[in-house]
């Protein structure tokens, strides 16, 4: 199999990754909207309105703009049920409380139950759709999740006049962000024990296509292939990433798909492009990624899928159990199996596969026996048929070698210049590694090594020449030992995990033998000197012509004295004389023509004499007789053919398949480097060198070589010259290949900049890593400590307490430490004046929550403490009367009160000033606790185990929690705090429709929720940096409690 040096070979290789790439990134984009009347029963002018009013503000659960997109949904939703009330019920669900993972939580989720036609689909079960509609503090949540919320509400509206076979139930929940409340209500709902599947709709990114994440099994899966959606996106690397930890944020496909009684089958679909802008301020609509076809992405996806769901019938929601294998081609069809199949085939194959190419080699070797001496024994004859091969064993390990370390040590140059490049430009870091790739596997392969070779008995198949061999390639067989040795490990390794991703290995090897077997094949039906000689035929000694033995070989000539080969300079008229010679001999060219030595003419080529006195004692054993023009041409033609199957079987299919995983890998890693975790930056790193070395690893045995064309052979009237008068066989593409590797390089690396721009500042240098549409993320939080005075139960002012308790506020900032250190904070006046006031000024330690990220603090100042809004009613104190309690120090944001009982069990009460979410903390874990909320039951806590924290969400404002705990030993001690996310920028009123509520106009009588520091963050932070939330709370107030 020779690499090609022709034209033809360099525009077919070309081609076919040019055919592949331009095929995968147009269909990576978002398909254009239909008109109003192909959108099958959606109205994407409605939702995009529907999506402006719901992404007006930040509205987390702690928000008074989440009650706003509460009633704003109630208004869209009720004409709907008031239109069919047989069959659409709608509830406000204000009762669904529940306590899970040592959180307390009260439920405000919205319900929707659209009745089947079947009323034998009962036993089916009903299909769940379930989006979130809070968002985080520091977004207004256009992606995450209000694009999955206006696409709820157009299934609802369309289901109610269109009615499926099966029950439909929609959960608009509330409390996603805040570890996954939302969902965690639902099922305490009476309506979840309906449902057997589920539809979760997320938003973990900025717009883009919708990716569906992961599902439980092919049962839902199915649901998912066209035509039911018209352009499915999805991967399960994607399942196996969170799977194996590397995502490390969460859906509440956890909460459906999880252990318990409540366990469903179900889908995960999700944005996943534009990580950097996600739960960002740029989660808006005017920076979302793809506009309104994003939007109508989500929502033909979701009404595809869940239209499937609702009309199948109930034997194929029974089968179809276990993991699966999925993946899209070309965003046209999805490719699925299960997991099972794939073990399958990998062991099978693995067994077969070695088997196989053993038989095959003994067969292409037997015959290749015909081009030895008959008389010797099979096994000679079969051992002398080995070809020696090395060298082209030593040119695929020595590429291999030089790829893995050469893209090591891009790894090692991006990690230690320009660590986080990959988050601006993952195409150009991606380009490097594939030009470099390509470069370092094509060089070894063009190079000449020494004339020296060694065999490995029965590892080759072919018996003739390696330059103008098909099927024989050392380079195909070495990497089917590759591929094959990676499955094999691969196999090994994931035998007791669901670990799909690996079908592109396998696909991989599977080709590679494929093309190995057409070569042995074609070998077996051609033979081997028919290869080497173009079509010539052997003929075996013992063949006499009449009466005269003819000798086929050498024929020795000795010149006469006089002649130009002789010892004098005459022109005589000897055996050796140019007159004396044939006419054949004559017309050949200088390099068939004669060789001297020893004044011997030695003539190569056939010559048929009659034995003379200078004829070898020892007999020739046959001949050699010269092809024909036509059957070296015909030869010709059925090698370039064998040459083209071997590419088509060898390299599309996994070239196509590492493609598809490389887009969704450049659009989904490189921005998670900003947001820590272990391995960071090398991580990332790995993944793509790994995709540039697989993406060109099928087209290696393919590449040019100095003995190696498809246009070898040589002219009928011609014998084949030695190796080393071959000509070179230039590839012109590794030129082109380095040029683009040192270019890519230079900008990445920020040489470029550097060396054009050095006077610069390094942010405006080229090569920088952080732009305004890939803005740095940096983890916002404000800690104020309650401090000073506390009194006991017995004192005089225990009813109308006077003290007033001192203050410390920190500002804290979270993110990669050179750029945090170095040009966020030196940018924020707070951090400018505490540095300069000289007491304790600014301080950075490394993250212990955020692996490779640093954690710097500061002294707020007294402008900068939060305010947490409230109309009246602060002032008085609550009549806590009990005995052997300790109360806190008034303060404006939270009232706390600690009791001890009994001996181990403590009361603590704990009310935050307009807000509903509010924590204890314990500096040494409980063995139980339960929460009592004011006017309310007990509601049972964490039972069995220890917990040192619990979280308390009141869908009340101003909630007074009543938590019991249990402790062992005399002592306890620990924090309570109360959360605040409001802050005025983000609660600045707008005409967009929303329904208004009690604190509608707070804002406007000065008494709405304010934080300083967090405008300032926004005002301040340089262009490529944008703030974000690092917990449930911007502000978290705290004070210490011990008792």
């Given at each position: 199999m020779p690499g090609w040096s022709s034209l033809f070979g360099t525009v077919l290789v070309f081609g076919i990754y040019?055919?592949?790439?331009?095929?995968?990134?147009?269909?990576?984009?978002?398909?254009?909207?239909?008109?109003?009347?192909?959108?099958?029963?959606?109205?994407?002018?409605?939702?995009?309105?529907?999506?402006?009013?719901?992404?007006?503000?930040?509205?987390?659960?702690?928000?008074?703009?989440?009650?706003?997109?509460?009633?704003?949904?109630?208004?869209?939703?009720?004409?709907?049920?008031?239109?069919?009330?047989?069959?659409?019920?709608?509830?406000?669900?204000a009762v669904s409380n529940g306590t899970w993972e040592n959180t307390y939580f009260e439920g405000t989720n919205i319900l929707v139950k659209i009745d089947g036609t079947d009323e034998n689909a009962e036993d089916d079960g009903a299909v769940?759709?379930?989006?979130?509609?809070?968002?985080?503090?520091?977004?207004?949540?256009?992606?995450?999740?209000?694009?999955?919320?206006?696409?709820?509400?157009?299934?609802?509206?369309?289901?109610?006049?269109?009615?499926?076979?099966?029950?439909?139930?929609?959960?608009?929940?509330?409390?996603?962000?805040?570890?996954?409340?939302?969902?965690?209500?639902?099922?305490?709902?009476?309506?979840?024990?309906?449902?057997?599947?589920?539809?979760?709709?997320?938003?973990?990114?900025?717009?883009?296509?919708?990716?569906?994440?992961?599902?439980?099994?092919?049962?839902?899966?199915?649901?998912?292939?066209?035509?039911?959606?018209?352009?499915?996106?999805?991967?399960?690397?994607?399942?196996?990433?969170?799977?194996?930890?590397?995502?490390?944020s969460q859906t509440d496909y956890v909460v459906y798909a999880g252990a318990g009684e409540h366990t469903m089958q179900g889908l995960d679909i999700s944005f996943y492009k534009g990580r950097s802008r996600y739960h960002t301020r740029y989660d808006s609509v005017p920076w979302?990624?793809?506009?309104?076809?994003?939007?109508?992405?989500?929502?033909?996806?979701?009404?595809?899928?869940?239209?499937?769901?609702?009309?199948?019938?109930?034997?194929?929601?029974?089968?179809?159990?276990?993991?699966?294998?999925?993946?899209?081609?070309?965003?046209?069809?999805?490719?699925?199996?299960?997991?099972?199949?794939?073990?399958?085939?990998?062991?099978?194959?693995?067994?077969?596969a070695p088997i196989l190419m053993l038989i095959l080699s003994f067969f292409t070797r037997l015959s290749a026996t015909t081009s030895t001496p008959r008389g010797e024994g099979l096994i000679h004859r079969l051992w002398s048929a080995q070809p020696k091969h090395g060298l082209w064993w030593l040119r695929f390990w020595v590429a291999l070698l030089l790829t893995v370390a050469a893209q090591a040590g891009l790894a090692w140059v991006y990690a230690r210049f320009n660590p986080y490049i990959v988050y601006s430009s993952p195409y150009l870091v991606l380009l490097s590694a594939l030009s470099l790739a390509y470069?370092?596997?094509?060089?070894?392969?063009?190079?000449?090594?020494?004339?020296?070779?060694?065999?490995?008995?029965?590892?080759?198949?072919?018996?003739?020449?390696?330059?103008?061999?098909?099927?024989?390639?050392?380079?195909?067989?070495?990497?089917?030992?590759?591929?094959?040795?990676?499955?094999?490990?691969?196999?090994?390794?994931?035998?007791?995990?669901?670990?799909?991703?690996?079908?592109?290995?396998?696909?991989?090897?599977?080709?590679?033998?494929?093309?190995?077997?057409?070569?042995?094949?074609?070998e077996l039906a051609l033979g081997p000197r028919a290869e080497e000689a173009g079509g010539a035929e052997w003929e075996e000694e013992g063949e006499e012509?009449?009466?005269?033995?003819?000798?086929?070989?050498?024929?020795?000539?000795?010149?006469?004295?006089?002649?130009?080969?002789?010892?004098?300079?005459?022109?005589?008229?000897?055996?050796?004389?140019s007159q004396a010679r044939s006419p054949d001999f004559q017309s050949r060219s200088p390099d068939q023509q004669a060789q001297t030595e020893n004044g011997i003419e030695i003539r190569e080529g056939e010559e048929e004499t009659e034995p003379t006195e200078i004829t070898p004692l020892i007999a020739q054993h046959g001949r050699v007789h010269p092809p024909t023009r036509s059957r070296t041409q015909d030869h010709k033609i059925v090698r370039t053919l064998v040459w083209v199957l071997q590419l088509l079987l060898v390299v599309p299919l996994p070239v196509m398949l590492f493609a598809h995983v490389g887009v969704m890998v450049v659009g989904s890693m490189g921005q998670g480097v900003g947001d820590g975790g272990k391995g960071g930056v090398v991580i990332v790193y790995t993944v793509f060198s790994l995709l540039a070395i697989f993406f060109l690893l099928p087209v290696v045995p393919f590449l040019p070589s100095p003995s190696t064309s498809l246009s070898s052979l040589p002219p009928p009237t011609q014998t084949q010259t030695s190796t080393a008068k071959q000509p070179a066989h230039h590839n012109p593409l590794i030129p082109l290949s380095l040029l683009t590797f040192a270019l890519t390089l230079a900008y990445t690396s920020s040489l470029l900049g550097t060396l054009l721009t050095p006077l610069s500042l390094p942010a405006a240098r080229l090569g920088f890593p952080f732009t305004v549409?890939?803005?740095?993320?940096?983890?916002?939080?404000?800690?104020?400590?309650?401090?000073?005075?506390?009194?006991?139960?017995?004192?005089?002012?225990?009813?109308?307490?006077?003290?007033?308790?001192?203050?410390?506020?920190?500002?804290?900032?979270?993110?990669?430490?050179?750029?945090?250190?170095?040009?966020?904070?030196?940018?924020?006046?707070?951090?400018?004046?505490?540095?300069?006031?000289?007491?304790?000024?600014?301080?950075?330690?490394?993250?212990?929550?955020?692996?490779?990220?640093?954690?710097?603090?500061?002294?707020?100042?007294?402008?900068?403490?939060?305010?947490?809004?409230?109309e009246d009613g602060w002032d008085s104190y609550p009549e806590w009367n009990e005995k052997n309690t300790t109360y806190l120090s008034r303060n404006p944001w939270l009232k706390s009160s600690v009791t001890r009982l009994e001996e181990g069990k403590v009361r603590i009460r704990l009310q935050g000033r307009n807000s509903r979410a509010c924590r204890v903390y314990f500096e040494s874990p409980t063995s139980s606790s339960s929460v009592k909320v004011k006017k309310w039951s007990v509601v049972n806590g964490s039972g069995e185990g220890t917990t040192d924290l619990v979280r308390l969400w009141s869908?009340?404002?101003?909630?007074?929690?009543?938590?019991?705990?249990?402790?062992?030993?005399?002592?306890?001690?620990?924090?309570?705090?109360?959360?605040?996310?409001?802050?005025?920028?983000?609660?600045?009123?707008?005409?967009?429709?929303?329904?208004?509520?009690?604190?509608?106009?707070?804002?406007?009588?000065?008494?709405g929720s304010r934080i300083p520091a967090y405008e300032e963050a926004l005002k301040f932070f340089p262009r490529w940096a944008v703030p974000t939330k690092v917990a449930d709370g911007l502000v978290e107030v705290w004070a210490a409690f011990e008792v």
């Open positions: 040019l055919s592949i790439l331009t095929g995968i990134l147009l269909t990576d984009q978002l398909a254009p909207v239909p008109k109003p009347t192909r959108q099958r029963g959606l109205n994407l002018t409605q939702a995009w309105a529907d999506l402006h009013t719901i992404a007006s503000l930040p509205h987390p659960y702690n928000s008074h703009a989440n009650d706003r997109v509460h009633a704003y949904l109630l208004s869209r939703l009720a004409p709907v049920a008031a239109e069919f009330p047989g069959h659409v019920h709608l509830v406000d669900d769940l759709f379930s989006a979130h509609y809070d968002s985080v503090s520091t977004s207004t949540g256009t992606t995450d999740d209000g694009m999955a919320v206006a696409t709820l509400l157009q299934l609802v509206h369309k289901y109610a006049r269109t009615r499926p076979r099966r029950t439909a139930v929609f959960n608009f929940n509330n409390g996603e962000e805040d570890h996954l409340n939302g969902a965690h209500a639902f099922l305490q709902h009476p309506w979840s024990n309906l449902t057997s599947t589920f539809i979760n709709l997320e938003g973990a990114a900025s717009g883009g296509r919708p990716l569906l994440f992961r599902s439980t099994s092919p049962t839902p899966l199915s649901a998912y292939l066209p035509p039911h959606v018209p352009h499915p996106h999805t991967n399960v690397l994607a399942a196996n990433a969170f799977a194996r930890g590397l995502i490390r979302l990624e793809g506009g309104e076809r994003a939007l109508w992405a989500m929502m033909e996806t979701a009404d595809g899928a869940g239209w499937a769901l609702l009309n199948r019938g109930g034997e194929e929601e029974a089968k179809g159990a276990g993991d699966a294998v999925y993946f899209d081609l070309f965003g046209r069809t999805v490719i699925l199996f299960s997991l099972t199949a794939l073990r399958v085939f990998d062991v099978v194959f693995l067994i077969t470069a370092t596997f094509a060089i070894p392969l063009a190079f000449r090594f020494p004339a020296f070779s060694f065999s490995f008995p029965f590892l080759h198949t072919s018996t003739t020449s390696p330059k103008t061999s098909t099927a024989s390639s050392p380079r195909l067989l070495p990497l089917f030992v590759l591929t094959y040795a990676l499955l094999l490990t691969t196999t090994l390794l994931t035998r007791h995990a669901p670990l799909g991703g690996t079908y592109p290995l396998s696909a991989l090897a599977a080709c590679v033998f494929a093309g190995w077997v057409v070569g042995a094949v074609e012509e009449g009466e005269r033995r003819m000798v086929t070989g050498v024929r020795f000539e000795v010149p006469e004295p006089g002649t130009e080969n002789g010892t004098g300079n005459g022109t005589g008229t000897g055996i050796g004389s549409n890939a803005p740095l993320k940096i983890f916002f939080e404000q800690n104020v400590e309650v401090l000073g005075a506390r009194w006991e139960s017995s004192s005089s002012s225990a009813q109308n307490p006077n003290v007033t308790a001192e203050v410390k506020a920190l500002t804290i900032l979270r993110g990669v430490s050179y750029y945090l250190e170095r040009m966020v904070v030196p940018a924020l006046p707070s951090a400018v004046r505490a540095a300069a006031d000289g007491e304790g000024g600014v301080e950075c330690v490394d993250d212990e929550d955020r692996v490779g990220l640093k954690r710097c603090w500061w002294a707020s100042g007294t402008g900068m403490y939060p305010q947490p809004g409230s869908r009340t404002w101003g909630r007074e929690f009543v938590l019991d705990v249990e402790v062992e030993g005399g002592r306890v001690g620990g924090r309570v705090a109360c959360e605040w996310v409001e802050y005025a920028s983000g609660m600045t009123r707008n005409d967009v429709g929303v329904v208004g509520g009690e604190h509608e106009g707070m804002l406007e009588r000065g008494k």
